[in-house]
């Protein structure tokens, strides 16, 4: 069995941080801040991001719990995030679409708008030329050129009406004393991308691109198609024409698209979120019902029924929900009465053979006194007889304090003790057997006050239990007890080293009646409820009895109790499992050592007189949860009365020590003593 989580609780020592094997460390600072801080999980290694951190993920822990327990919130927030998502891709493809659309109109327009303007512009240079004639070669062609050019542009621009501009350039960036002309203020370089200037000298067909139309009066920039072409003047030599079409118009539509697109998809959206709300309403409602009367029928109320309508599908969960609950109920109740008589029959078969045993007891007694004047089989008879009794009787009374663990009558008398006066109470009672079997029970823990708020003869009793079934089954081996507190929480740990506990027995030696041997008659050992009792004990205080062992390496018991009666225990001081059990000393089921532990070497518990060092109490570390643990069912507190007589039992005997089935014999009970036996 392996070792439960505590180990790491507040209350062990002994562990130390070592440096991890095969890992280099960064060498920079910010490397081994990210290496130890950020990329191992957490932010250890900086107090002020770990600050910052907690401050943030402060109010996302209300939202996180609300999304990880509400599915309707679930459901609603899904469907409109896949909702956007699909509005969104619609949207991209509707506004693609439109705008290639438009785009194409508008090229197609303005393609056909510039080639008619190349062919005006061609036919008035050659109309320029022929009334020209000779005159066009003296010194005034410059002159009349440029104004020819001007003309040009106004002419060709007057047809627009503001949807296009007209712009020329000279070709190859030479001039020629003809200047560049654009209509409309257009700022006729900057408007004209230099890379389609480049494309419309090195062709004669027709180019175009798009641009920002720059104006010289201020008025803002506008998205335009520009389409060029390299024509000649009438002196025949080549310029550059240009028209330029505003998209002003098409970016309006485009616009006008995108916010009809988004008011729609925002409204489907919203839509589609209010009939997912409605629509998991219907589901969930009936199922949060059918959660709240579960509830309420796991407390306890078991006439609770959901509200059924309609025929549909939700309405047949109802009626099964409905009918399994009633059936329930029936079962409960059938259970309840047959347990109900079965408590009542132990409590009365007990009560009821107290008088005759009482009788025969006295008689055995006398008997049992006389023996020495009988023959040697008859005596021998007569010390069956008184040890049986003895057993009868100690099955008795733990019958008895079964019943009323089972009735829930048993009753929590605490009161603040040092459980080092109980454990030394304990360890003296024990000593005679002890003794005798050749075994040194040793304290561990006992040099600082282990205080709690609880009941001192129930406590005494769970530790005499233990205590004997240690030293029964030490082997003759030492029995080392330990005592450590830490945080909110004390526990005492009994250790021995004799034949231990196969895999699976640490729960079930606490079942009643279980044996380890079943196939053994119950003709020696214990009661078989000594440590049933003492885990409910355990469980009255609020607290937890667990078991660990390994075949022939001994076993550990320990007792974990909370400092007040009210508190709950996170955790225990003692490890489970203790530091040398076969698997933290790397060995083997059969006491070699493991593979691939080269490092550690085979021991042996060491038995010497000299006692190991105290568990150093760590009170200011929070212990952690336990796993492993056994939770106790609450503590009925009962407030010891001062300066009275304790209540006593009905049996009188409520503190025997009784054992499981793997404990103390007859022969060995009669060697105890009374104050063994608890008589």
Known sequence: ????????????????????????????????????????????????????????????????????????????????????GVVLLLGFVVIGQMRNGLLDAKVKASQSQATGGFSVAKQRADAAVSAGGEDAADGRANQNVSQWMGDLVESLSSGGQGAFDVVTLPAGGDSGGRGPRASGNVFPTTSVPQDLRDRVDSSLLPAQSYTRIVYTDGQESQPGLIIGKQVNDPNNEPYQLYYLFPLTQEEKSLSLVKGTLATAGLFVVVLLGAIAWLVVRQVVTPVRMAAGIAERLSAGRLQERMKVTGEDDIARLGEAFN????????????????????????????????????????AADVIHDAREDFDPVTARSAELLADQLDRFESLLADLLEISRFDAGAAALEAEPIDLRVVVQRVVSGAAPLAE?????????????????EADARRVERVLRNLVVNAVEHGDGKDVVVKLASAGGAVAVAVRDYGVGLK??????????????????????????????????????HGGWLQAWGEPGGGSQFRLTLPRTADEPLRGSPIPLEPKDSRRNRGLND?????????????????????EPAPLAPRPSAAPTADPTALPGNGARVVPRPTGGARPADDTGAADSPSTDARNVGPEDRNKQGEASRGR
Do not use: C, Y
Not at 341 to 357: I, N
Not at 444 to 450: C, H, L, T, Y
Not at 590 to 610: F, H, N, W, Y
């Open 590 to 610: 059969a006491g070699l050592p493991r593979a691939g532990d080269g490092e550690k070497r085979a021991t042996v518990p060491v038995q010497t007189s000299s």
């Open 1 to 84: 069995m392996s070792g439960d989580s505590a180990a790491s609780s507040p209350g062990r020592t002994g562990a130390r941080a070592e440096r991890p094997v095969g890992r280099k460390t960064s060498g920079s600072r910010w490397g081994r801040f990210f290496e130890g801080g950020l990329l191992q999980g957490g932010v250890q290694g900086s107090p002020v991001l770990r600050l910052f951190m907690r401050w943030v993920r402060r109010p996302l822990l209300p939202v996180m719990r609300l999304w990880r327990r509400n599915i309707q919130l679930k459901v609603v927030v899904t469907t409109l995030l896949m909702s956007m």
């Open 436 to 452: 005798r079997k050749g075994t040194r029970i040793r304290l561990v823990g006992d040099q600082q006050p282990v205080v709690a």
């Open 323 to 362: 009918k399994m609950a009633q059936n329930l109920q029936l079962k409960i109740q059938q259970l309840e009465d047959l347990s109900r008589m079965q408590r009542r029959f132990v409590s009365d078969v007990s009560h009821e053979l107290r008088t005759p045993l009482t009788t025969v007891r006295m």
């Open 503 to 540: 895999p699976g027995e640490a729960t079930r030696v606490f079942s009643r009646f279980w044996r380890a041997d079943p196939a053994r008659a119950r003709t020696t050992g214990g009661t078989g409820l000594g440590l049933s009792i003492a885990l409910e004990d355990a469980r009255l």
